[in-house]
């Protein structure tokens, strides 16, 4: 977590996800909501996160959290 503007009003929440031991707990989730809670009783108006596993649409759809940018990440033999 951290804040991205000098006005302390946005903050971000880095990628979260559990062992697939533990998948289909809603852990992730409700980490992520913490975290959100947690940016917002802080002050912050905004709040981001980033990944770039595909997939995690839903669990941070659950969450409240709506895409804005997609990544894309290639590799090629040379």
């Not at 880095?14 to 992730?28: D, E, N, P």
């Not at 108006?45 to 759809?61: F, M, N, P």
């Amino acid at each position: 977590m951290g804040t991205e503007d000098a006005k302390g009003r946005v903050g971000s929440l880095g990628c979260t996800a559990v062992s697939s031991v533990f998948r289909g707990k809603h852990i992730a989730v409700n980490l992520v909501i913490i975290g959100t809670r947690y940016l917002k009783d802080s002050g912050m108006q905004e709040a981001y996160l980033g990944y770039i596993y595909s997939g995690l649409e839903h669990l941070y759809g659950y969450a409240g959290y709506k895409i804005c940018v997609c990544y894309m990440m290639a590799v090629k033999k040379l």
